[in-house]
């Protein structure tokens, strides 16, 4: 089906370990984004890109690492998990940026770090 | 700090009640959009504003984009339960795009 889909739903980790969260879309959308979601905070952008091997940073990069190989797909790892990356992560696409663009976004990533 | 403020941040009113939910900041957006979010999902766009003192309406839903640019304001007239949900407020500053804090709805049939 077409759209945007974001893997796993759930995650546990440990303090530590690498996660990372895949995100994977079929409208061959230009841009992807990667959110945080935090009670009191509302969405806050990790990282974006433009278009596959390019990215950039949004307002709350550190800790995660972001790649583009492919336009289709935007994995988001978490090189060593910290307690404060616990939090709801979504993954958005759109044909021509941000402003006035439409964003799509997935169904989110759970994360519980321990 | 977050550069969009959004009030308030819960709101629980009976069907049919009249609400507004408002987003302000002390910046200047070229642009303003309003999302809605439902437990367990993604937001979804509800609508973009672009000028200053815009109006738009989407059936029971009125969008308005302060004259300055710097504000908007989401009127929901007679609320449903389906209205329920998260709703979110957007925009492009600089080069970041910024989502506010949020005002989380319930309308209790």
């Known amino acids: 089906d077409a759209g945007i889909t974001q893997s796993p739903r759930y995650k546990i980790t440990e303090t530590g370990r690498q996660v990372t969260l895949m995100c994977h879309q079929t409208w061959s959308h230009s841009y992807m984004f990667w959110y945080r979601q935090d009670l009191g905070h509302g969405l806050r952008l990790i990282y974006y890109s433009a278009a596959a091997d390019i990215t950039d940073k949004g307002e709350v990069p550190d800790g995660y690492v972001v790649s583009r190989s492919k336009t289709e797909n935007f994995p988001l790892t978490l090189e060593s998990a910290t307690r404060s990356q616990t939090s709801v992560y979504f993954c958005a696409s759109s044909d021509l940026g941000v402003g006035l663009e439409t964003q799509y976004f997935g169904p989110g990533t759970r994360l519980l770090v321990l | 700090t977050q550069l969009l403020e959004q009030s308030p941040q819960f709101l629980s009113i009976q069907e049919g009640e009249n609400l507004t939910v408002y987003c302000n900041s002390s910046?200047?957006?070229?642009?303003l959009q309003w999302y809605r979010q439902e437990p367990g999902e993604g937001p979804v766009l509800l609508v973009t504003v672009v000028t200053g003192g815009e109006v738009k309406k989407l059936k029971r839903l009125t969008f308005q984009f302060g004259d300055a640019r710097k504000d908007s304001s989401l009127h929901i007239t007679a609320a449903q339960p389906g209205d329920t949900g998260l709703y979110l407020c957007?925009?492009?500053?600089?080069?970041?795009?910024?989502f506010g804090t949020g005002t989380s709805l319930t309308v209790i049939p």
């Open positions: 910046s200047v957006f070229s642009s």
């Open positions: 957007a925009g492009v500053f600089g080069n970041q795009f910024y």
